[in-house]
Each structure stands twice: as structure tokens, then as C-alpha cells.
């Protein structure tokens, strides 16, 4: 059986599963199809009759996977949604705002100077992996973490590069200045 190309009306011959569904000769014709320069797909706008019924399509077939955003769900309904976080300027000036009060309630303060005069005790190194400042920059980490009642105060600080505070989380270690 021969079938007729819908881009550029050739003959061809399809084989195996695509013999009686195939509508193109080649991957150059059913590009141009997709991209909407020739053809029946010319100037036509994809949409979806039940955005709903899709949304939940996707969510089931990724699993497990980051599924892909789509911009007709928002809130509860977004496949990404984790109990309302999100990267939002309000959602991160909440956090801000939120650990400023922290600070304030446990009490204790250090200004620049004080930083600066830590930073160059431990010699501009991070303790925890040895990688001096001017290839790293050094981030101030509470040794007894704030959510835990730990006071704001220098003595409470410790230089560590982002990448070892980070992996710190919230755990109490203080790093000796062995470098």
C-alpha cells in the first residue's frame, strides 16, 4: 500500500506499525508540520479541550519526574505544588522577614568589623573544606543554629563557604581551624 505525503503530496511506501497511520515520507516533512510553516498545522494554535483532564494525564505519566509547567495551573492544581512553596518574591520575603524575627528573639548582635576580625582568625578559609576567599566567598553560620536557640552573637559564628553551610543544615558542629 502506498501512502501520500500531506506536506508535499509524494508517494511512499510505509512498513511495519506506521503503514496505515503514517502522513509524512520524511522527518523534514513532519518537522515542517509541527513548526506550523506548511501544511495543515499552518497558523493553528494547539489547545486543549480539558486542560483538567490533561493536567492530570501528566502528573500520572511523570511521576517521579519534574513534570512540565504549564501555565493554565496555578496553586493547589500545579503538578510542582509543595504545601505552598513556592519562588515567589512574597514567599521569599516571608522567610526573610520570618528569620529576622529569629535573630531579634534569641537575642545577641555582631557588626561588620566583628565579621571581618573572624574571617581573618580563620585566615579566609573555610574549616570545613580548606578553600580560601578569593576562589570562595565565606558565609556567616551559626554553630548552635538559630532554630535551635542560638544567639546571634559573633561568638556563635563561624566562617563557612556556602556549599559547606548548606550541607551543615541545621546540625550543632563547630570546625577547628586546622588549615
Not at 508535499?8 to 503503514?19: I, L, M, Q
Not at 493553528?44 to 505519566?61: D, G, H, L, M, Q
Not at 520570618?98 to 535573630?103: A, G, L, M, T
Amino acid at each position: 500500500m502506498t501512502n501520500i505525503c500531506t506536506i508535499c503530496n509524494k508517494k511512499f511506501k510505509a512498513y511495519g506499525k506506521r503503514k496505515l497511520t503514517a502522513k509524512f515520507c520524511s522527518t523534514k516533512c513532519k518537522g515542517q508540520s509541527m513548526t506550523g510553516k506548511v501544511g495543515h498545522w499552518a497558523g493553528k494554535k494547539r489547545t486543549y479541550k480539558n486542560p483538567e483532564a490533561r493536567a492530570e494525564k501528566i502528573s500520572e505519566t511523570m511521576k517521579g519526574k519534574r513534570p512540565v509547567h504549564l501555565d493554565y495551573q496555578k496553586g493547589v492544581n500545579h503538578p510542582c505544588w509543595i504545601d505552598g512553596r513556592s519562588g515567589t518574591k512574597e514567599y521569599k520575603s516571608y522567610w526573610d522577614k520570618k528569620r529576622k524575627v529569629e535573630k531579634r528573639k534569641n537575642g545577641g548582635s555582631h557588626n561588620f568589623g566583628d565579621w571581618e576580625i573572624l574571617k581573618a582568625q580563620y585566615n579566609w578559609t573555610c574549616p570545613c573544606c580548606g578553600k580560601s576567599e578569593p576562589e570562595i566567598k565565606l558565609t556567616e553560620d551559626h554553630i548552635i543554629p538559630l532554630s535551635k536557640g542560638g544567639s546571634n552573637n559573633i561568638e556563635n559564628i563561624q566562617p563557612l563557604c556556602h556549599s559547606c553551610n548548606s550541607r551543615k543544615q541545621t546540625k550543632t558542629i563547630k570546625y577547628e581551624n586546622t588549615f
